[in-house]
């Protein structure tokens, strides 16, 4: 059996379908590639274009794409003609400009493949008036027309945009796929194990299981402010065992500052933390969003019963919604203190 897209990591079953519809000569003429920033959509979508031009498709033993052929070597560059990256560049939506100008390009024959690949880019910030546009050709495309939209969501398509294009999700990679993906494709993940391995693995944990968040935060800068909220976590957490401590929580409320943005991120990250400990409060083999280790969350779970961790979740959540809806800072962490329990109400 030909490995399929063996240069990615996780979503073998997903890889394997692609691959089968592939050489079966059965892929549809639309997918819909969803998946969180950095999960791969992008390389999904440039693999399955080099897959249905390889040359050396027909082969036993290569992978798929083989990755070395010329048209493989072309596609995977983004240099090859056929395959067409449809953007909004640095608009907010993409609009029905690019998508009556796909229109017209989807009638000429490809250059020099059997297929033409359009890779449409944000999907899933394309305008209501621009999805019905692309609906008149999604109906009815030439036979040798791929599209393939890459989203965060498939929401906010229209129902007839997603019933004519077969959703392919990726999943979240596990920790020990990226760790050993870094380590085999990233230098400065090699330091980073040799120098300071708990960094690593904290920087695996806050990547939310995308490679490309993680290899993001492989630089220095983009680590440090991510590891502090995470610490901070921690600590909030702490001092929310530590019942009757009031004096502390107001502290480390206080020190969160008045910057909106930055407390709604680090509200965001407690969350994370919380939800893991209410998790494990239920079984001991829950897949873990913020902790690296199973073992600290087990024994921050055991400081709180679990109707504690459900009023401090509810807390924590209703202070992120009045951030959001402009309410006073001050008020919102203090009100956060005592809807959680942290204060007398």
């Known amino acids: 059996m030909k490995p399929a897209f063996a240069d ?44 249905l031009a390889c040359e050396n498709r027909g082969m036993d033993g290569l992978p798929l794409p083989c990755m070395e052929c010329a048209s493989c070597r072309k596609i995977l560059s983004g240099n090859s003609p056929d395959v067409i990256p449809i953007s909004r560049g640095d608009k907010a939506t993409l609009g029905v400009e690019a998508v009556r100008l796909m229109h017209t390009g989807v009638c000429i024959a490809p250059n020099e493949l059997d297929r033409k690949c359009y890779l449409i880019e944000d999907a899933h910030l394309m305008t209501v008036q621009a999805q019905n546009a692309f609906l008149l050709t999604l109906e009815e495309p030439p036979p040798y027309v791929c599209f393939l939209l890459l989203c965060e969501s498939t929401a906010p398509l229209l129902e007839t945009v997603r019933s004519r294009a077969p959703t392919l999700r990726l999943e979240p990679i ?71 401590n009031s004096a502390a929580v107001l502290g480390f409320l206080g020190a969160m500052g008045q910057k909106r943005d930055e407390i709604a991120a680090q509200l965001n990250i407690i969350l994370l933390c919380v939800r893991d400990l209410l998790a494990c409060r239920y079984t001991e083999c829950a897949p873990l969003c913020f902790f690296a280790d199973h073992e600290e969350a087990a024994e921050l779970c055991s400081r709180f019963s679990a109707p504690e961790l459900l009023r401090l979740c509810d807390g924590i959540q209703a202070a992120a919604d009045r951030l959001a809806l402009n309410a006073n800072v001050r008020l919102t962490l203090t009100g956060l203190a005592v809807d959680a329990g942290l204060l007398p109400s």
Request: charged share 35%; proline share 5%; with cysteine.
């Open 8 to 51: 990615m990591v996780g979503n073998e079953a997903l890889r394997e379908r692609l691959r089968d519809d592939i050489c079966a000569d059965r892929l549809s003429h639309a997918y819909i590639i969803e998946g969180a920033e950095g999960f791969g959509k992008h390389m999904l979508a440039l693999r399955i274009a080099a897959a």
């Open 174 to 244: 596990p920790p020990d796929g990226i760790r050993e993906h870094l380590l085999r494709t990233e230098p400065a993940a090699k330091a980073l194990e040799q120098q300071a391995p708990e960094e690593l693995r904290e920087l695996i944990a806050a990547a939310g299981g995308s490679i490309g968040r993680a290899r993001l935060l492989l630089d220095p800068k983009r680590r440090k402010p991510i590891l502090e909220r995470r610490d901070a976590a921690r600590t909030f957490v702490r001092l929310a065992a530590a019942h009757r």
